[in-house]
């Protein structure tokens, strides 16, 4: 037969499971706290690397980025010291020229020099045009140098074409224009042909025919120039 529980008895067994509830809780409370923690070191973890990505990429683009206006920065650069570099040897070379077309007129002062420098351009019309009958146009002030060129030239044509003989008139109708600095033109065929042997021509072919030489001369050879102008 049962006893009843005292008073004392049944605080005792109420204090007994009021212990073990608590300490059922406390331990739940600590499993859950222990899981939050670990849920939110993962989440931490994760963001912090979801943040070092977007940070590593926008440094990786940013870097890029600089690099490129590093490239643009110093091509740009280039280019000008390049262009700037190129536009001084072509004032140079045109002050070359510029001089040396001043200084034609000096080649006519020495009368036997110019008769001679004229028998020759007239013989090269001579012989490119191969005709029996050319005009050679000069200016007004060589009309008697030049009429003894042609003299020389007409017999220096003879000789070395086996007897052939050509007539030279000199046309004194059509004088060289003003500002001409000398030599002749040689015409042919009726007027249609007239080959320029004037010295302000030949300087002009001479500026194109010997730039390449003029400017290897002057500044080395290029090696990154594939053609020769």
Same mark, same amino acid.
């Given at each position: 037969?049962?006893?009843?529980?005292?008073?004392?008895?049944?605080?005792?067994?109420?204090?007994?499971?009021?212990?073990?509830?608590?300490?059922?809780?406390?331990?739940?409370?600590?499993?859950?706290?222990?899981?939050?923690?670990?849920?939110?070191?993962?989440?931490?973890?994760?963001?912090?690397?979801?943040?070092?990505?977007?940070?590593?990429?926008?440094?990786?683009?940013?870097?890029?980025?600089?690099?490129?206006?590093?490239?643009?920065?110093?091509?740009?650069?280039?280019?000008?010291?390049?262009?700037? $570099?190129?536009?001084?040897?072509?004032?140079?070379?045109?002050?070359?020229?510029?001089?040396?077309?001043?200084?034609?007129?000096?080649?006519?002062?020495?009368?036997? *020099?110019?008769?001679?420098?004229?028998?020759?351009?007239?013989?090269?019309?001579?012989?490119?045009?191969?005709?029996?009958?050319?005009?050679?146009?000069?200016?007004?002030?060589?009309?008697?140098?030049?009429?003894?060129?042609?003299? *020389?030239?007409?017999? %220096?044509?003879?000789?070395?074409?086996?007897?052939?003989?050509?007539?030279?008139?000199?046309?004194?109708?059509? +004088?060289? +224009? %003003?500002?001409? *600095?000398?030599?002749? *033109?040689?015409?042919?065929?009726?007027?249609?042909?007239?080959?320029?042997?004037? $010295?302000?021509?030949?300087?002009?072919?001479?500026?194109?025919?010997?730039? +390449?030489?003029?400017?290897?001369?002057?500044?080395?050879?290029?090696?990154?120039?594939?053609?020769?102008?």
């Amino acid at each position: 037969m049962a006893h009843a529980m005292s008073d004392d008895q049944v605080a005792g067994e109420l204090k007994k499971m009021t212990a073990f509830i608590r300490q059922e809780a406390l331990e739940k409370a600590k499993e859950i706290q222990i899981k939050a923690d670990e849920e939110f070191a993962i989440e931490k973890s994760k963001l912090v690397r979801q943040e070092t990505s977007t940070i590593d990429s926008q440094y990786e683009k940013k870097f890029k980025q600089a690099g490129m206006s590093q490239q643009i920065t110093r091509s740009t650069l280039a280019n000008k010291t390049r262009i700037k $570099l190129l536009s001084a040897r072509q004032e140079l070379l045109d002050d070359l020229f510029e001089k040396a077309r001043g200084n034609l007129g000096g080649y006519t002062k020495d009368k036997g *020099s110019y008769q001679e420098l004229c028998k020759n351009l007239i013989l090269e019309g001579l012989y490119a045009l191969n005709e029996d009958q050319v005009a050679v146009r000069a200016r007004k002030e060589d009309y008697d140098v030049v009429k003894k060129a042609i003299g *020389s030239a007409k017999a %220096e044509y003879k000789k070395t074409m086996n007897g052939r003989e050509v007539q030279v008139e000199l046309d004194e109708k059509n +004088p060289q +224009p %003003e500002g001409c *600095s000398g030599g002749v *033109s040689i015409v042919g065929t009726g007027g249609k042909v007239d080959i320029n042997n004037t $010295l302000d021509e030949r300087l002009k072919m001479l500026e194109t025919e010997a730039l +390449p030489m003029v400017r290897t001369s002057l500044f080395g050879k290029n090696e990154n120039r594939h053609f020769q102008d």
